[in-house]
């Protein structure tokens, strides 16, 4: 698929900014080189668990009384949303990830309240049917609102999605929620900072979901849940595999791990062999071999400190303003100036 127009209305226009599904080339060639890698690492696509099956068993994960995250961010977000709207004086609110918006609607909310016309929203994701969706519920409930949404991976090319607005009076807030900047690798970190500034004018914001350290015991079990869904979640992974790139895991073979890495501030999640094993990638045209208890690291989340969140937004071009976290100390909404 490419680029074009899906649909348009005279409030509303999506657009797609080319092959939003996964590329099995590129699968491939990141597969190879995580399965070359010591130890065998694919963490650093955090995207190939998201397939149908993978995003169902996530959805049940944010359920999950030990997952904390997503129903503290919302209780963050309802709490301050009045307060960061008036700060960053935003008229334009762009969010990477959109998903079915179901977070934003308390900052769309706040920018409503302020009674200027227009005011704007610019979502991106992947899914073309969340976006519509959300698009035609939110034109109905904003009267005064307009949408330029984009069917896109907010890992690609952003050009388009920050080339509106100009001229719409206030500011931009752009906002990744959800912790999922933590699941990133520290280089891949800077480099999506830096593609987001790059896009950005200077007093633009962003607003950043992240995930803060805390005791381990709550860190790990929030990655390795007593119904064993995250388990699922994990081995899943290897289901994807085997139909995207003819592998032959067999996931039952494979035992869910989670554990804190002090050293690198972040929870790691593994799948470790049971047995000794091999398996063929036909689509790579390898054999691939474990050893008894042999892991291969699936996925990475750093957690944050407000030292460690100011230093990373000065990597990537922005001033730390706030970090907003609830009473707990749970989890941050971390704003930056551009």
């Not at 480099?191 to 987001?196: D, N, P, T, V």
């Not at 470790?272 to 474990?290: R, T, W, Y």
Request: with cysteine.
């Amino acid at each position: 698929m490419g680029t074009g127009v899906i649909w348009e209305t005279d409030r509303a226009r999506i657009e797609r900014l080319g092959d939003s599904g996964v590329d099995p080339e590129r699968m491939a060639e990141d597969v190879r080189a995580g399965l070359l890698s010591q130890p065998k690492d694919l963490s650093a696509w955090p995207k190939y668990f998201y397939d149908e099956r993978g995003s169902e068993l996530f959805e049940d994960i944010t359920e999950l009384p030990e997952y904390y995250q997503t129903r503290t961010e919302a209780s963050i977000l309802e709490a301050r949303s009045r307060e960061i709207v008036e700060r960053t004086r935003c008229r334009e609110l762009v969010e990477l990830g959109s998903g079915s918006a179901s977070k934003t609607r308390v900052l769309l909310d706040a920018m409503a309240s302020e009674e200027v016309d227009p005011f704007r929203y610019v979502p991106l994701d992947v899914s073309e049917s969340a976006l519509e969706g959300s698009a035609l519920k939110l034109l109905e409930e904003y009267p005064r609102l307009r949408i330029q949404g984009f069917v896109g991976d907010f890992e690609g090319p952003l050009e388009r999605v920050f080339s509106g607005g100009e001229g719409e009076g206030g500011g931009r807030l752009v906002i990744f929620l959800g912790g999922t900047l933590g699941n990133f690798t520290p280089e891949k970190r800077r480099e999506f900072l830096g593609k987001l500034r790059a896009g950005l004018r200077e007093g633009d914001h962003l607003l950043v979901g992240m995930d803060l350290v805390k005791d381990p015991s709550v860190l790990e079990a929030a990655y390795d849940d007593a119904k064993g869904v995250t388990a699922e979640f994990n081995k899943n992974l290897l289901r994807a595999l085997n139909e995207k790139l003819g592998a032959s895991f067999d996931p039952d073979l494979f035992e869910h791990r989670s554990v804190f890495n002090r050293e690198k501030s972040r929870v790691e999640m593994w799948l470790h062999s049971q047995v000794a094993q091999k398996m063929m990638v036909q689509a790579l045209g390898m054999e691939v071999a474990f050893e008894a208890g042999e892991g291969m690291r699936t996925e990475i989340s750093t957690k944050f400190t407000l030292e460690s969140a100011r230093a990373m937004f000065g990597e990537g071009g922005f001033e730390l303003s706030e970090l907003y976290t609830d009473p707990d100390d749970l989890f941050g909404l971390a704003l930056g100036r551009a």
